[in-house]
């Protein structure tokens, strides 16, 4: 994967930024599907389940659909010997078009995408929530209505579990996060400590002088 080094050492990648812009077009593409039929939300889940039940469970099958080697002609006939019984006119037209363009390789990042579209066009907006412990019904309902009150929109709330917060919660909505937890609060007071222990070194140095 192509990456470039910052000043600052770290590395960041140039690819996957490029990789998900490729993405979003067909996703966006794919997204003109749903917006045809009655049942957006069925068109939507059953892209998805091509991931969760079709290449999670036979990596092989991914790794074929993905390699330059096997031509758009075998990659179709795949297609439809693999999913021509179940999968709907629709997505099989559209995983055909993806092979056509050399695109299956992102499959999963298409999908990805398609998944926030939907997510974003049926005013809804993904939420991840990081908390200590398990939240019980009542407090998990009380941090949705907030978190709705917000942001003007429905949250999809993904709860993650992280012990190490030690209490509180941080909450990423997109790019912005709020960063409640105890683990936060501690290490900033120990950071003021220390930030006010060096000022009075610095303002008052003779009451540090030895004699």
């Avoid at 179709?76 to 995983?95: H, M, P, W, Y």
């Amino acid at each position: 994967m192509a990456s470039s080094t910052s000043e600052n050492g770290s590395q960041e990648t140039v690819m996957d930024v490029t990789v998900d812009q490729v993405a979003r077009v067909y996703a966006k593409a794919f997204m003109g599907l749903p917006a045809k039929t009655s049942d957006p939300e069925a068109l939507v889940e059953e892209l998805k389940s091509l991931v969760t039940e079709v290449l999670d469970k036979f990596p092989q099958l991914e790794r074929t659909l993905a390699s330059s080697l096997v031509s758009d002609d075998q990659k179709e006939r795949i297609l439809d010997r693999v999913f021509g019984k179940f999968a709907s006119t629709q997505v099989l037209n559209f995983l055909k078009v993806l092979s056509r363009h050399g695109r299956l390789d992102l499959l999963r990042d298409i999908v990805r995408n398609v998944q926030k579209l939907h997510i974003e066009r049926s005013g809804r907006t993904q939420v991840e929530v990081r908390v200590a412990t398990q939240l019980d019904d009542t407090l998990r309902e009380e941090i949705v209505n907030r978190i709705r009150r917000a942001i003007d929109r429905e949250p999809l709330l993904n709860i993650k579990i992280d012990p190490s917060l030690i209490a509180g919660i941080v909450v990423r909505v997109g790019d912005t996060v709020f960063d409640g937890s105890l683990k936060t609060r501690l290490e900033q007071a120990r950071r003021d400590m220390i930030s006010r222990a060096i000022e009075q070194i610095e303002t008052q140095p003779a009451r540090f002088a030895t004699t």
